[in-house]
């Protein structure tokens, strides 16, 4: 395997592209083989000396990132099956990586939790808003309420089944995911908030309970709309309906009644 490896790093380097980019037949030519001896040795797929590749302290390219694929490959483990079979070993094995490399750059499954709720979660669109909030209370309401909805209904849909996680262990891995990234989340619903609370416009409630109000009635819509949809005599409001219906609800809880 060794003067394979050398070939290809070899046809690599004279085409001043990544080895899994140089194609086989360029690999074999280098090694003095044809195509179908190459194949054979390989046994039958170029994996094995992209392999070897790596374990002569080459990365072969062609790929993503472990970290891009690992998120991926546990996102959608959670949305498929729940959060109990975002294992490493699963993860490893759908994102075609090492356990080692899950822990030196996850350190751990906790941390690839974390990195998934990140990406996956409310809080890129939630940061997104504070660069360029709306003037008016009601417009920033609205679109934190859009912006609620966008992340549970992003595919893979992983927010349900952290959540379900989090309700039923309180110290479990879908809590200690949330609660690292908090400070964020209450930085940027500080950052929308407070200058209405400044002006006099949202009464001077303690920050947690503003959050509180706003989130917790559009989360309990989300989780409990589909068991609510089958029922035909219910007639649930459209998503965008119920945006409006929120808002105008949490302002009339927290702004100052003329």
Known sequence: MRDLVAAALAAAKERGRDVADVPLTAIAAAAGVSRSTLLRRLGGSRGALDEAIRRAGVDPGGRRPVRERAIEAAAQLVAERGLGAMTLDAVAERAVCSLPSLHTVFDGRDGLLGAVYELY????????????????????????????????????RVLPAIFADLFSRPDGPAARAMRAYLPRLFDSLARLLLPHVETGRIRPLPLPILAQLLLG??????????????????DLPPMNEVCELFTEAYLHAVTRQE
């Open 121 to 156: 979660g409310p809080l890129p669109d939630l940061e997104a808003l504070t660069a360029d909030p709306p003037e008016r209370l009601e417009d920033t309401v609205q679109a934190l309420y859009r912006a609620v909805i966008m992340a549970f209904d992003r595919e893979p």
């Open 217 to 234: 009635p559009m989360i309990t819509h989300i989780l409990t709309r589909p068991l609510l949809e089958p029922i035909q005599s219910l």
